[in-house]
């Protein structure tokens, strides 16, 4: 049984900026046990409510340390393509338990966010959010202030970091990169077929792959999630081309960065990627999980545990090593 309706949900949700702490009604109640995050809700202070971030209204969380603990720090979770902020409970409650707070929000066209399905035509607009969010409310975060994204996330950090440089190295503590977007797999293919579609169709069917060794989350985004979509627009396609090339074309970005990468990715094409930001980042800390594939935030517990694992070491000041 479906717990939300989500065009009701979102319409029932405040402004962020003037929302209280706690569950506001039982649609978002709903949503947060449908998506295992009710217990992360009960032992913090939680809030949830619209904001305009370039131009388009999103869906924004956050999860704070109750008032007699002190926060280590704040975490920007940004999500992959296709994913939403309510499949990312293990990594929430993993930064929770660790002492930190945690803020996220749906990307456009994802989740509870407005903007058409799925749909960006600039990965650039992604970077923005991300900078008119840190610039609207780094100041009430717990610092230093922390990011990780997987797969898109990870594009959305590096357009944000590469569009406003210094305010970047100003305001951000670590960044992490998880199974991070530069080219997909099949790439050449991708691009090939690119030139003929964007003329003559305006979407195309989605295919789910088998990028986790978790079965039950596989099974629960294909068959019982209500805020997946069936369909991708191929202009988003167009800017995710565009995205790779302006990435492999920038000069390089001094500052450490981390990269954790699954090395049964079949979704990215990650030894491309590997070298690509390897050059953009000469001081790129790269840790391999072996036999990982692409949703590591959602892969087993095998893998999981040592993505997470490695997430707090870089999160706690520990060096990798594993080189």
């Given at each position: 049984m479906q717990l939300f309706e989500r065009d009701m949900l979102?319409?029932?949700l405040p402004l962020y900026l003037e929302s209280f702490e706690g569950i506001p009604n039982q649609q978002v109640r709903g949503y947060l046990e449908s998506y295992q995050l009710l217990g992360a809700v009960t032992c913090t202070a939680y809030k949830i409510g619209r904001i305009l971030l370039d131009g388009?209204?999103?869906?924004?969380?956050s999860f704070s340390q109750k008032e007699n603990k002190a926060a280590k720090g704040t975490v920007i979770i940004l999500h992959g393509y296709m994913d939403h902020i309510g499949l990312y409970s293990h990594l929430i409650e993993r930064l929770l338990a660790d002492g930190l707070d945690v803020v996220c929000y749906d990307l456009s066209g994802h989740g509870l966010?407005?903007?058409?399905?799925?749909?960006v035509d600039d990965f650039k607009h992604y970077g923005l959010q991300l900078a008119e969010l840190i610039k609207k409310l780094?100041?009430?975060?717990?610092?230093p202030l922390h990011m990780i994204g997987q797969s898109t996330g990870a594009a959305v950090i590096m357009a944000q970091q590469?569009?406003?440089?210094?305010s970047a190295l100003l305001e951000v503590g670590e960044r992490i990169l998880l199974a991070p977007l530069v080219r997909p797999s099949l790439w050449r293919s991708i691009q090939q077929r690119f030139r003929w579609f964007k003329y003559v169709i305006k979407r195309v069917p989605r295919r789910y792959s088998y990028n986790s060794h978790d079965e039950s989350f596989i099974r629960f985004i294909t068959e019982h999630d209500p805020l997946q979509h069936k369909h991708i627009p191929v202009r988003w396609v167009g800017a995710m081309l565009a995205w790779g090339d302006w990435i492999e074309q920038h000069k390089?970005?001094?500052?450490?960065?981390?990269m954790i990468q699954g090395t049964d990715d079949a979704t990215?094409?990650?030894?491309?990627?590997?070298?690509?930001?390897?050059r953009l980042y000469p001081d790129l800390d790269l840790t391999l999980i072996k036999g990982a594939k692409h949703h590591l935030v959602n892969e087993s517990v095998f893998y999981r545990d040592q993505v997470l694992g490695r997430v707090i070491e870089i999160l706690n000041g520990r060096e990798n090593k594993n080189g």
């Amino acid at each position: 049984m479906q717990l939300f309706e989500r065009d009701m949900l979102v319409k029932s949700l405040p402004l962020y900026l003037e929302s209280f702490e706690g569950i506001p009604n039982q649609q978002v109640r709903g949503y947060l046990e449908s998506y295992q995050l009710l217990g992360a809700v009960t032992c913090t202070a939680y809030k949830i409510g619209r904001i305009l971030l370039d131009g388009n209204w999103v869906t924004l969380q956050s999860f704070s340390q109750k008032e007699n603990k002190a926060a280590k720090g704040t975490v920007i979770i940004l999500h992959g393509y296709m994913d939403h902020i309510g499949l990312y409970s293990h990594l929430i409650e993993r930064l929770l338990a660790d002492g930190l707070d945690v803020v996220c929000y749906d990307l456009s066209g994802h989740g509870l966010s407005d903007g058409d399905p799925l749909l960006v035509d600039d990965f650039k607009h992604y970077g923005l959010q991300l900078a008119e969010l840190i610039k609207k409310l780094s100041r009430s975060f717990a610092s230093p202030l922390h990011m990780i994204g997987q797969s898109t996330g990870a594009a959305v950090i590096m357009a944000q970091q590469l569009l406003s440089p210094s305010s970047a190295l100003l305001e951000v503590g670590e960044r992490i990169l998880l199974a991070p977007l530069v080219r997909p797999s099949l790439w050449r293919s991708i691009q090939q077929r690119f030139r003929w579609f964007k003329y003559v169709i305006k979407r195309v069917p989605r295919r789910y792959s088998y990028n986790s060794h978790d079965e039950s989350f596989i099974r629960f985004i294909t068959e019982h999630d209500p805020l997946q979509h069936k369909h991708i627009p191929v202009r988003w396609v167009g800017a995710m081309l565009a995205w790779g090339d302006w990435i492999e074309q920038h000069k390089p970005v001094f500052g450490r960065i981390y990269m954790i990468q699954g090395t049964d990715d079949a979704t990215v094409d990650w030894r491309h990627n590997m070298q690509v930001l390897g050059r953009l980042y000469p001081d790129l800390d790269l840790t391999l999980i072996k036999g990982a594939k692409h949703h590591l935030v959602n892969e087993s517990v095998f893998y999981r545990d040592q993505v997470l694992g490695r997430v707090i070491e870089i999160l706690n000041g520990r060096e990798n090593k594993n080189g």
